[in-house]
């Protein structure tokens, strides 16, 4: 059954709109059905049976072995659906459109970018593309691009009246208040094909799908994405009322639209009068946030094909006695019901994918512990062979049902009020046991025989039980029963905030003494996304420095003694006074 779904245009409104604002653009005509010479679409299949079934299926349903290991999926080209567009919400891409996915591919998702690739070779892939769906012969599925104007530059005043506008026509509901994907009804998002999607973080335009220019932004607003709940707003909204939330969107994102200034070093900052977590964020002003990237764990067994966190914020003060971590991170939904563990076992596909294939499939973990690389060698070899089994053929993957991918499905549906994880959201911190002597770091995962880490791990659904783990390797991870840091978590508008303090050096753990350079990793899970175990996003290795610090001034000394000389001075006038002062009786009028 496989109707024609593209929708066609719904109000006689938006055709004389289109006519009357004069947006017509000058491909494809309306009615004007292109799908290139029998020659073209031979190239085109050449090239797309080398470089896009895997991912995309030979029939273009979007079932390439690859694709089960996916999210978002590899697009279903039989649905006619593109998300990336200049034509109006549930019409028909341009040849322009599909060509530019081809040539810079889709951020933050596995679809590549082929820049090496021919102009004949991507008109070719077009043209191959367009027959997959019969949606392309069909001349009323075509509407004229939307023509995007010339961006006005950032206003901050536009602001204000632009969050008025993106409360009062819904975009938070989806988006949140903060943009932070958030919303109440983020997490019962599907996409046409039923699987889970999240709303874009609004403040990080560097993941939009189409594109993060002020130009693109503005398109995206006002053609939607199709196949997604992202409608298009070319009617509900005014080109005016677009510009603002672009420029509201700017906002959120700071300096950092297209590109994220991910940091290479976390710095400490020195802080006087004591480290107390009650006062939360402030305790860290004027500490540099490091903006660390989040990956899916894919080395080992449990892998997180997906992770729910794109990055994590870190921030880092001391005093002469103690240490403290803040890091944040942006979260769809606090998971606080359920439990996690950094050991807890996940069950790999099914008995037919068989641990044996994985083993060899993947390589061998301890392999790569040996080498102390970042993923391990093997991992490098595998993306090598690109062409060949990277992702194994393995059957039970391919099987949607197969439990795979199941339980994330249910916790989507689980509605939008109640938090149903069976696991909850999780962070930790890991620091090698003692500072390495060479450049040689522990294995960035559970660390390894030789180079054990310690972990400082927070289950958030129990936040006042914070616990140190150490790991010499996933099959030896193990709780410690140190003493614990301390802990205050909180989630508010879609950000959880994380904060640890523990002594500088505590005896068996990893010291931070003054001028050193400490490895820091970080687990991150995501219970929304049912990330347990080794199924987490981790960061690469970064160092921490703490700063020598200064010398105490004896300029605040001074100033305290005079304040306390100060303070007795008063003390002495007030108790003068009141000496003598008329008492009660005598002060009563007569
Ligand atoms: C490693 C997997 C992978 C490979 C290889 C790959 N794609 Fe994709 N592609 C994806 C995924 C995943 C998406 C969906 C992204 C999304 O929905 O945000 C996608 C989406 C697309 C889209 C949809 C754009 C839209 O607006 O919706 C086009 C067109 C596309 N791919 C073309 C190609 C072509 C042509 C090739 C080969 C030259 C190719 N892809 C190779 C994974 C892949
Ligand atoms: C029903 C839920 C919903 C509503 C309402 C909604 N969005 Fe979205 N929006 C989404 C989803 C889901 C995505 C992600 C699509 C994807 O990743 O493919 C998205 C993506 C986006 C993107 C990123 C586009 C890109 O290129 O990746 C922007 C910008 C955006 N929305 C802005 C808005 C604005 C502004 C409004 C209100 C005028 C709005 N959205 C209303 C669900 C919604």
């Known amino acids: 059954m496989r109707g024609r779904r593209v929708r066609r245009l719904r109000s006689p409104g938006l055709a004389s709109w289109v006519l009357c604002v004069g947006l017509i653009a000058s491909s494809p005509l ?19 049976d080398k470089y896009c079934s895997q991912c995309h299926g030979d029939t273009g349903a979007g079932d390439g072995y690859a694709a089960p290991y996916l999210r978002p999926k590899p697009r279903d080209f039989t649905s006619g659906k593109y998300k990336i567009r200049s034509t109006p919400n549930g019409m028909l891409p ?41 949606d392309f012969e069909d001349p009323e599925a075509y509407l004229p691009a939307l023509t995007t104007p010339p961006a006005p530059p950032f206003s901050a005043d536009n602001v204000e009246n632009a969050k008025r506008v993106y409360e009062e026509i819904g975009c938070a509901r989806c988006h949140g208040t903060s943009g932070r994907g958030d919303g109440s009804s983020a997490p019962t998002l ?23 220019s002020r130009e693109d932004i503005y398109r995206s607003i006002s053609t939607g994405l199709n196949g997604t709940p992202m409608a298009g707003f070319e009617e509900g909204l005014s080109p005016e009322e677009r510009w603002q939330i672009v420029d509201f969107i700017q906002s959120l994102a700071g300096d950092s639209m297209s590109d994220p200034g991910y940091a290479s070093l976390v710095t400490a900052r020195a802080v006087e009068g004591g480290i107390d977590l009650e006062r939360g964020a402030e305790l860290f002003e004027g500490a540099e946030p490091a903006l660390l990237p989040v990956l899916g764990q894919i080395v080992q067994p449990g892998r997180s094909f997906h992770p729910g966190v794109v990055a ?10 103690d240490v403290a971590f803040r890091v944040s991170w942006h979260d769809i939904q606090a998971n606080r019901n359920g439990t996690n563990g950094p050991d807890l076992v996940v069950e790999e596909m099914s008995a037919e994918a ?76 890991q620091f090698p046991r003692s500072l390495p002597a060479g450049i040689r770091q522990p294995y960035f995962l559970n660390g390894d025989s030789q180079n054990p880490v310690e972990l400082w791990f927070v289950d958030l659904g129990y936040p006042e039980a914070p616990e140190v783990w150490e790991g010499r390797g996933s099959q030896a991870l193990v709780p410690s029963d140190e003493d614990a840091p301390f802990v205050a978590a909180s989630y508010e508008d879609g950000r959880w905030s994380v904060l640890f303090k523990r002594s500088r050096r505590n005896g068996q753990g990893i010291a931070f003494d003054e001028g050193t350079f400490v490895p820091l990793a ?28 200064e010398s105490p001034s004896p300029f605040p000394k001074m100033a305290k003694t005079a304040a306390i000389v100060l ?20 002060e009563a009028p007569a």
């Open 354 to 429: 068989g641990s044996e294939d994985e083993g060899s499939f993947w390589g061998d973990e301890e392999a790569a512990e040996d080498e102390g690389g970042f993923w391990g060698d093997e991992a490098e070899d595998e993306s090598d062979d690109a062409g060949g089994d990277f992702w194994g053929d393995d059957a039970a993957g391919e099987d949607d049902g197969g439990g795979f991918w199941d339980d994330t499905e249910e916790s989507a549906d689980g509605g939008s009020d109640g938090d149903l994880a069976e696991f909850s959201d999780a962070i930790a911190l």
């Open 312 to 321: 994590v914020e870190i921030q880092a003060v001391y005093d002469r006695e």
């Open 94 to 134: 341009t040849d322009d459109d599909i060509r530019r996915v081809i040539e810079v591919g889709i951020p933050y998702t596995a679809m590549p970018g082929f820049p090496e690739l021919s102009p004949a070779e991507v008109t070719g892939l077009v043209y191959y593309l367009k027959t997959f769906s019969s």
């Open 30 to 48: 309306l009615g004007q059905v292109d799908l290139g010479t029998d020659e073209q679409r031979a190239t085109g299949k050449v090239v797309y």
């Open 522 to 549: 970080l687990s991150v899970w995501d219970g929304f996304n049912d990330e347990r175990g080794s199924k987490r996003g981790v960061t690469a290795w970064y160092p921490v420095y703490v700063p020598p610090m």
């Open 190 to 212: 599907v996409d046409d094909w039923g699987d889970p999607i999240r709303a874009a973080d609004l403040s990080r335009p560097w993941t939009f799908r189409g594109g993060a």
């Open 567 to 586: 303070l007795v001075e008063l003390l002495i006038i007030a108790w003068v006074r009141r000496r003598h002062r008329p008492s009660a009786a005598e």
